[in-house]
């Protein structure tokens, strides 16, 4: 079994990385949350490629493998806050405290 860890970096990388997970949780039947539907589980049993891209927890959750990275802590508090804010564990959310616009 392939596994792919997808790292984000900057505001552009995140708003699209985000997007992309979105559309592998439609792809996989997984929901915003992270979990599967008991009936979702039954269409891709066969299926296992949704593992090359998530982990699933013990919980039965599934977690991409993803790192989102950005100095400025608005485009992760973005993600923090926003509809999938529950299929992301909160240390691959990581963001510093202020933006480096002056540097």
């Known amino acids: 079994m392939r596994e792919i860890i997808i790292i984000h970096i900057g505001q552009a990388g995140i708003q699209v990385g985000n997007a992309c997970w979105e559309l592998f949780c439609l792809e996989h039947g997984i929901r915003p949350d992270g979990q599967m539907p ?3 589980k039954d269409d891709f049993a066969e299926d296992d ?3 090359t891209f998530y982990t699933e927890t ?3 959750k599934f977690v991409p ?3 989102m990275v950005d100095l400025e802590p608005t485009v992760v508090d973005e993600i923090r806050t926003g509809t999938y804010r529950s299929l992301y564990h909160p240390e691959q959310l ?3 405290k202020e933006d480096a616009a002056n540097n």
């Open 38 to 40: 008991e009936e979702g």
């Open 49 to 51: 490629s949704y593992q």
């Open 58 to 60: 013990g919980a039965g």
């Open 65 to 67: 493998r993803s790192l």
């Open 94 to 96: 990581i963001s510093g």
